[in-house]
């Protein structure tokens, strides 16, 4: 079954109706001491979903790299927002607005003068699959389907 899904009356979360009250809370612009603090405080605030971009700028600062530690600590977030009794909706980009310089593209990939940025040009989907295949395995186990707080996406 899927896990979130939609209907002609709104979204299902596990076959059941789900209404989504969501803010947006980026871990990367919290101070990870601060993370459970937030977290607690989003859900009193009646909030059943936090929202966050991943900044590919900041997790692979060079090619062929992934941080994953500190504040960019992704999955210790997520784990912190299930604890909470939060869902998820990720963005992981690869171009994430949030006021946030050059949208979050690594700088590395902006200095090819060349390369057609946001497009289908070989260079960027090339290397954005790089990123993806490294981003996205420790993320698994955070999606909905295999427990995590991670219902959507996108």
Avoid at 18 to 43: C, E, V
Wanted: charged share 20%.
């Amino acid at each position: 079954m899927t896990v979130l899904s939609t209907s002609s009356d709104g979204f299902r979360l596990h076959g059941e109706p789900f209404r989504i009250i969501s803010g947006a809370m980026h871990y990367f612009r919290i101070h990870p001491d601060q993370w459970t603090d937030r977290l607690r405080k989003a859900r009193l605030m009646g909030l059943n979903t936090v929202e966050t971009y991943v900044p590919w700028n900041l997790h692979q600062p060079e090619p062929g790299t992934l941080v994953l530690d500190g504040i960019l600590d992704l999955p210790r977030y997520l784990r912190l927002a299930q604890a909470e009794g939060l869902h998820v909706l990720l963005r992981p980009g690869p171009y994430i607005c949030a006021e946030w310089d050059g949208g979050g593209l690594p700088s590395w990939l902006t200095t090819d003068t060349d390369i057609r940025l946001r497009t289908s040009d070989p260079r960027f989907t090339d290397a954005l699959d790089r990123y993806l295949d490294l981003l996205l395995p420790p993320l698994l186990p955070q999606l909905a389907a295999n427990g995590g707080p991670v219902i959507a996406v996108q």
